[in-house]
Structures are given as structure tokens and as C-alpha cells.
């Protein structure tokens, strides 16, 4: 059971990763990567996002939504909790955290048009995966997704010092590397069999 | 109208209320000194498509 869990965390994390693999998240993935600090707060917001948000929407999907037959109505329920959650953080971090929400204000509102965190919440249900699965399907992605836009950040980094074509420069040379290192975790295919 | 049916018209309406609650929660909580002039970045607004952004408000005005 414990290896089930590790093993879906793995394959989430980067055998199907959220961005490289089933490119979710591309507007952050692009728009907060040139600082690594910023990445790597994004990152862990996400983290904080999808997991709470997988752990409501699951036993909504199953206890309420699937016995009422109104299962169709899963995308609206999801987009409340996502958006109701990240108010809530919002006001959380505003009051008892001010320096971490100085560091993460300007990104707190990305989180709710972010598509990997509805993605998450949707594919759980929509591949019935049990609770724990589901769970470890949210740590593996959110944890995948950090790992992704921190290592694409530190790339942006060295290239802004990079003597890149002025017609690369910018956002063509970040998708060029984007599909440089989507290439490089097809690698990681066949990993766990 | 069966049971399961009441149950979750309740359970969705306790969601779009706990939006607008924490919406509205959210909107009276003041923003921190040091945090009243936050920096934007416009390209970073371009990247995301929520219209209805505070921050994106303020950085097109």
C-alpha cells in the first residue's frame, strides 16, 4: 500500500508531469519564472492549493454530487472550493503572515486561474481514483509542478546572462527550452512499471 | 425532489456562500504596511487571464 502511494507520487510527480507532460499550468509555468525566489513561492503555494483543494473536492465529488445525480456539476463545485479556498489563504497570510504574503501577494490570484489545480481536482474524479490515490496524485503533481517551474526558472536566469538572438529572446528562447526539457522527461518514461 | 438532490443543492449553495463570504472577508481584512505598494510586473499580469484581479485593476489604472 505504502510503495502503491510512493509509486503514484512518482508517476505524478514526473513520469506524467503537470506541465511537461500534460501541459497544465502553462500561464505560471511562463509568467512567474524569472525570479527563482518567485518561482519557488508560486510553487509552494500550489502545493498548499492543490493538496487542501483534492482533499475537499473528492469526498464532495462521491458524498454529494455522484448520489444526487448531478455529477455534471463537478467543474462548478471545484471552481468554488478553489476560489473560496484561495480568498481564505489570502486573508490568512494578509493577517498573520505579511512577509510571506509581500512575496507571494502579486501570485495569490494566479493560483485561482491556475488550469493544474482544477485539472487535479477534476482528473481524481474523473479516473475514480480511491481518496489515497487521489491524495498522492495531488502531492506527485503539485510537488512536480514546483520542481518544474523552479528548475525552468533558474534556466531563465542563466539565459538573461546568455548571449541569445535578439529574435529568441524572451518568451520564444523559454518556450524553446520549455520543449527542450518536456523531451528530457520523456526520459523518465518506463520508470515504474 | 429526492433527499440526495436537497442535500446537494444545500451543499452547492453553502459553497457559493462561503465564497462570497470569504470574498467579502477578504476584501475588509487590510493589507499589511509593507505590503501596500507591492511591485507588479504587467507581463506577469498578461500571463493570467483573471479580469476580476484587484491587482490587475490597479495596474491598468
Redesign the interface.
Known amino acids: 500500500m505504502v510503495v502503491t502511494f510512493i509509486l503514484a507520487i512518482i508517476n505524478a510527480m514526473l513520469i506524467q508531469n503537470v506541465v511537461l507532460y500534460r501541459f497544465y499550468g502553462i500561464c505560471p509555468f511562463l509568467g512567474v519564472s524569472k525570479k527563482s525566489n518567485e518561482a519557488l513561492s508560486m510553487g509552494l503555494a500550489v502545493i498548499f492549493v492543490i493538496v487542501i483543494a483534492s482533499a475537499i473536492c473528492w469526498p464532495i465529488y462521491h458524498y454529494i454530487l455522484v448520489p444526487a445525480n448531478i455529477a455534471f456539476m463537478d467543474t462548478i463545485t471545484y471552481i468554488l472550493v478553489i476560489a473560496s479556498l484561495v480568498q481564505l489563504i489570502e486573508m490568512f497570510l494578509k493577517k498573520y503572515s505579511p512577509s510571506l504574503y509581500a512575496s507571494l501577494g502579486v501570485y495569490l490570484p494566479l493560483i485561482t486561474t491556475n488550469c493544474a489545480v482544477l485539472g487535479v481536482a477534476q482528473g481524481n474524479t474523473d479516473t475514480n481514483l480511491t481518496f489515497g490515490m487521489s491524495m498522492a496524485n495531488a502531492i506527485g503533481t503539485s510537488v512536480g509542478f514546483l520542481i518544474i517551474i523552479f528548475a525552468f526558472s533558474c534556466i531563465r536566469v542563466r539565459l538573461e546572462a546568455s548571449n541569445v538572438p535578439k529574435c529568441l529572446k524572451g518568451i520564444p528562447i523559454a518556450l524553446i527550452t520549455a520543449a527542450l526539457m518536456s523531451l528530457a522527461f520523456v526520459g523518465f518514461t518506463g520508470l515504474i512499471k | 425532489m429526492?433527499k440526495?438532490?436537497i442535500?446537494?443543492?444545500v451543499?452547492?449553495g453553502l459553497?457559493?456562500a462561503?465564497?462570497f463570504v470569504?470574498?467579502i472577508?477578504?476584501k475588509k481584512?487590510?493589507?499589511?504596511k509593507?505590503?501596500e505598494e507591492?511591485?507588479?510586473?504587467a507581463?506577469?499580469c498578461?500571463?493570467?487571464?483573471?479580469m476580476a484581479?484587484?491587482?490587475?485593476k490597479k495596474e491598468e489604472k
Do not use: G, H, M, W
Open positions: 429526492t440526495e438532490l442535500i446537494a443543492i451543499a452547492i459553497l457559493i462561503v465564497f470569504s470574498y472577508l477578504n481584512t487590510p493589507i499589511p509593507e505590503c507591492l511591485k507588479i510586473d507581463s506577469k498578461a500571463a493570467c487571464q483573471n484581479c484587484a491587482l490587475r
